[in-house]
T-cell receptor, first 118, second 111 residues
Framework: GAVVSQHPSWVICKSGTSVKIECRSLDFQATTMFWYRQFPKQSLMLMATSNEGSKATYEQGVEKDKFLINHASLTLSTLTVTSAHPEDSSFYIC??????????????FGPGTRLLVL | LAKTTQPISMDSYEGQEVNITCSHNNIATNDYITWYQQFPSQGPRFIIQGYKTKVTNEVASLFIPADRKSSTLSLPRVSLSDTAVYYCLVGDGRNDYKLSFGAGTTVTVRA
């Protein structure tokens, strides 16, 4: 149980184009989803938190107009990298968190999406 | 967010038990402790979660002392495939359960 998928698993795009990454919770309802970015040899950095049906909350330094997040349903969140540039090339990972289980809120992570901007 | 401190790296051999200790001195009353494993180019995989005392599942055990200022992840009889980065995290219930990833512990298992 607690499976999260991401699509696509990797994407190459030209500078200036937009890329959409989907994150789906397959066997649970994710009331909250998180988006992270990970550069090579570094740890995960939280970009934003999104709750179903409401606007995402972005971490300091993350441009909300550049990284558009939509959490339209309890099983789907999307991250759109707008006007991508080479410095946006990274590994993007989402996680989903369901309702309170009485054992603490646990995040379950997707497999990640590798983005390369040329 | 509660900060955690863990060793940067650990080496082990196949069949040995690996224990990774994590410090979280400013853990709050409602916070849970969660450990994840990450392989290169993959998302973190949930290993175990606990609040206090000891928790055991099919892959690991988590020991948490009474003061909860530290925790120890125990991996029994590791194999080469356990080579990965292990993250200790404290979920902050007051802050949407956001997780702040540190550098993690790189565990290398040798034959």
């Amino acid at each position: 149980g607690a499976v999260v998928s991401q699509h696509p698993s990797w994407v190459i795009c030209k500078s200036g184009t937009s890329v959409k990454i989907e994150c789906r919770s397959l066997d649970f309802q994710a009331t909250t989803m998180f988006w992270y970015r990970q550069f090579p040899k570094q740890s995960l950095m939280l970009m934003a938190t999104s709750n179903e049906g409401s606007k995402a909350t972005y971490e300091q330094g993350v441009e909300k107009d550049k990284f558009l997040i939509n959490h339209a349903s309890l099983t789907l969140s999307t991250l759109t990298v707008t006007s991508a540039h080479p410095e946006d090339s990274s590994f993007y990972i989402c996680s989903g968190m369901g309702g309170a289980s009485g054992r603490g809120e646990t995040q379950y992570f997707g497999p990640g999406t590798r983005l390369l901007v040329l | 967010l509660a900060k955690t401190t863990q060793p940067i790296s650990m080496d082990s051999y196949e069949g040995q038990e690996v224990n990774i200790t994590c410090s979280h001195n400013n853990i709050a009353t409602n916070d849970y402790i969660t450990w994840y494993q990450q392989f290169p180019s993959q998302g973190p995989r949930f290993i175990i979660q606990g609040y206090k005392t000891k928790v055991t599942n099919e892959v690991a055990s988590l020991f948490i002392p009474a003061d909860r200022k530290s925790s120890t992840l125990s991996l029994p009889r590791v194999s080469l495939s356990d080579t990965a980065v292990y993250y200790c995290l404290v979920g902050d219930g007051r802050n949407d359960y956001k997780l702040s990833f540190g550098a993690g512990t790189t565990v290398t298992v040798r034959a």
